[in-house]
């Protein structure tokens, strides 16, 4: 099994930019690999009237103060955006991060900051998944210099052209979620990688449905990346660990979700959680780190890296 890498999404709710900006810079200077953030307009943990930064420009004040370390929304809500503007966001964050960018996106789900911003949400799921497959398609053409002339069920374009072309000469799309009939069959068409969450056997039905959309559209699965999510806390004892994550949900005002795989304790016991998903191909773990940011958790994922070498 090849080494974990480790992303650190960073919660833009409930916090300030100099929290937000020493996390991602000391989340660098602690060897992560990348740093993420969200792409909502009202908070979606608690409350929704709390406080919450915009994701595209929060990744390109990033870019400025890191060298390293990747940089994405995890994911970005194709109804914000045509995928016109969407394509120039990347190239731009790409340029300006000189080659570290990753375009992130999904079907969006929170209709609450669509209706307070009067953007369209869709009549269904299977609306926006269909809006999501069609977008994911012209962005991969935008980015890789095509000339795109486009008159789809949602999408409308003449002679668009992305340039400057981004840094990277294959600018990678990340997909969130797990949908089987439609999000994970636009992964199998058009993502270099795939993000989800959950616990090992609800991962491995959905790897297989992707898997079998795979198959269907005649790609190799091994060539998207697999990354999966889980919120994590690392202290000396679950304890304390209990009491940090605790701290960071009355923080958010909200409550633990019942589903929701959770990374609490020494680093062996995070590391002997996420083994078994390298075990199924995933080579990347995305941290949700909840504000206030734990600067320990950050500091120590070095411990737990190197006992998954």
Same mark, same amino acid.
């Given at each position: 099994?090849?080494?974990?890498?480790?992303?650190?999404?960073?919660?833009?709710?409930?916090?300030?930019?100099?929290?937000?900006?020493?996390?991602?810079?000391?989340?660098? @200077?602690?060897?992560? !690999?990348? /740093?993420?953030?969200?792409?909502?307009? =009202?908070? %979606?943990? *608690?409350? &929704?009237?709390?406080?919450?930064?915009?994701?595209?420009?929060?990744?390109?004040?990033?870019?400025?103060?890191?060298?390293?370390?990747?940089?994405?929304?995890?994911?970005?809500?194709?109804?914000?955006?045509?995928?016109?503007?969407?394509?120039?966001? @990347?190239?731009?964050? !790409?340029? /300006?991060?000189?080659?570290?960018?990753? =375009?992130? %996106?999904? *079907?969006? &789900?929170?209709?609450?900051?669509?209706?307070?911003?009067?953007?369209?949400?869709?009549?269904?799921?299977?609306?926006?998944?269909?809006?999501?497959?069609?977008?994911?398609?012209?962005?991969?053409?935008?980015?890789?210099?095509?000339?795109?002339?486009?008159?789809?069920?949602?999408?409308?374009?003449?002679?668009?052209?992305?340039?400057?072309?981004?840094?990277?000469?294959?600018?990678?799309?990340?997909?969130?979620?797990?949908?089987?009939?439609?999000?994970?069959?636009?992964?199998?068409?058009?993502?270099?990688?795939?993000?989800?969450?959950?616990?090992?056997?609800?991962?491995?039905?959905?790897?297989?449905?992707?898997?079998?959309?795979?198959?269907?559209?005649?790609?190799?699965?091994?060539?998207?990346?697999?990354?999966?999510?889980?919120?994590?806390?690392?202290?000396?004892?679950?304890?304390?660990?209990?009491?940090?994550?605790?701290?960071?949900?009355?923080?958010?005002?909200?409550?633990?979700?019942?589903?929701?795989?959770?990374?609490?304790?020494?680093?062996?016991?995070?590391?002997?959680?996420?083994?078994?998903?390298?075990?199924?191909?995933?080579?990347?773990?995305?941290?949700?780190?909840?504000?206030?940011?734990?600067?320990?958790?950050?500091?120590?994922?070095?411990?737990?890296?190197?006992?998954?070498?």
């Amino acid at each position: 099994m090849p080494s974990m890498r480790f992303g650190a999404q960073l919660w833009p709710q409930s916090t300030d930019w100099p929290s937000m900006r020493d996390a991602a810079v000391g989340a660098e @200077a602690a060897g992560w !690999d990348s /740093v993420w953030t969200w792409d909502h307009l =009202l908070a %979606i943990q *608690g409350p &929704w009237q709390q406080p919450i930064f915009e994701g595209w420009t929060a990744l390109a004040a990033l870019a400025s103060l890191t060298s390293r370390v990747g940089l994405g929304l995890m994911v970005g809500a194709n109804t914000f955006r045509d995928p016109g503007l969407t394509a120039k966001l @990347a190239t731009t964050l !790409d340029h /300006v991060s000189d080659g570290r960018a990753v =375009l992130g %996106i999904g *079907g969006a &789900w929170f209709e609450r900051e669509h209706e307070a911003f009067g953007i369209a949400f869709g009549a269904t799921t299977g609306e926006r998944l269909d809006w999501l497959d069609e977008s994911v398609g012209l962005l991969r053409r935008l980015l890789d210099g095509e000339l795109v002339t486009h008159e789809g069920p949602h999408y409308r374009m003449v002679d668009a052209l992305c340039e400057p072309r981004p840094i990277q000469d294959h600018l990678p799309i990340l997909v969130g979620g797990s949908g089987p009939k439609k999000t994970l069959r636009t992964v199998a068409r058009h993502a270099d990688a795939w993000n989800t969450a959950g616990d090992l056997e609800t991962v491995r039905r959905n790897l297989e449905i992707l898997g079998g959309h795979c198959d269907d559209v005649g790609r190799d699965i091994a060539d998207i990346e697999l990354t999966v999510s889980y919120p994590l806390v690392i202290r000396d004892t679950v304890a304390e660990a209990r009491a940090v994550r605790a701290a960071q949900l009355a923080h958010n005002g909200m409550a633990e979700q019942g589903n929701t795989v959770v990374l609490l304790g020494p680093p062996d016991l995070a590391a002997d959680t996420i083994r078994p998903y390298g075990a199924l191909g995933f080579s990347t773990v995305i941290a949700r780190l909840a504000a206030p940011f734990d600067r320990e958790t950050i500091d120590r994922i070095g411990e737990v890296a190197a006992l998954l070498d």
